[in-house]
């Protein structure tokens, strides 16, 4: 599969979300605390329901944070 993505449209866009919704890797203890407490505030919205259409954003949002807690996080 060959996507072809215009980047002259994807970054506005991506400025865009990031001015509206804080999403970026996380790095830091304060960039997860913030990123744990967005999934919270998304989930008590969308809460289990795949047909919502912010559904697929808990999934992402929920690996950044399992990412990070499998590289940040003691075994």
């Given at each position: 599969?060959?996507?072809?993505?215009?980047?002259?449209?994807?970054?506005?866009?991506?400025?865009?979300?990031?001015?509206?919704?804080?999403?970026?890797?996380?790095?830091?203890?304060a960039?997860?605390?913030?990123?744990?407490?967005?999934?919270?505030?998304?989930?008590?919205?969308?809460?289990?329901?795949?047909?919502?259409?912010?559904?697929?954003?808990?999934?992402?949002?929920?690996?950044?944070?399992?990412?990070?807690?499998?590289?940040?996080?003691?075994?």
């Amino acid at each position: 599969m060959n996507a072809v993505i215009d980047l002259h449209r994807v970054v506005p866009a991506w400025q865009a979300l990031q001015s509206t919704l804080p999403l970026a890797h996380i790095e830091t203890e304060a960039d997860y605390a913030l990123t744990t407490a967005l999934l919270n505030t998304l989930l008590d919205t969308v809460r289990d329901d795949r047909e919502h259409p912010l559904y697929s954003l808990v999934s992402v949002i929920g690996d950044l944070i399992e990412a990070y807690e499998i590289d940040h996080e003691p075994l």
